[in-house]
């Protein structure tokens, strides 16, 4: 299978920047996309920023000119660079990626998720 590893979450001030970094590990063909979600208690989960292998980006009109979604396909990493944070980013954000499982022997599509990190940001 496929496992996502989140880092670079914590707490930080109102202003602040953050960059998270999610790395996939596992029997990987391909990776068709990656990005990032976050979810508040009680809300739903919602997308931040996501990125096809193509190059093309999606990015939520709530973060946009503030964060900015990066890619290293070599490595099937995937970053998020948070700048100007606001206490309204406090979530737990979650890496995912649609992966091509398997070999040039036959692979699948799966969607798999990170475990999850906070990001608390204080007024």
């Known amino acids: 299978q496929v496992q996502l590893v989140e880092s670079g979450g914590g707490l930080v001030q109102a202003g602040g920047s953050l960059r998270l970094s999610c790395a996939a590990s596992?029997?990987?063909?391909?990776?068709?996309?990656m990005g990032w979600f976050r979810q508040v208690p009680g809300k739903q989960r919602e997308l931040v920023a996501t990125?096809?292998?193509?190059?093309?980006?999606n990015v939520a009109d709530s973060v946009k000119g503030r964060f900015t979604i990066s890619r290293d396909n070599a490595k099937n990493t995937v970053h998020l660079q948070m700048n100007s944070l606001t206490p309204e980013d406090t979530a737990v954000y979650y890496c995912?990626?649609?992966?091509?499982?398997?070999?040039?022997?036959?692979?699948?599509?799966?969607?798999?998720w990170g475990q999850g990190t906070q990001v608390t940001v204080s007024a």
């Open positions: 995912n990626a649609v992966v091509s499982v398997g070999s040039d022997r036959g692979h699948y599509s799966g969607r798999f």
């Open positions: 596992g029997s990987i063909f391909s990776i068709n996309a």
């Open positions: 990125s096809t292998s193509g190059g093309s980006t």
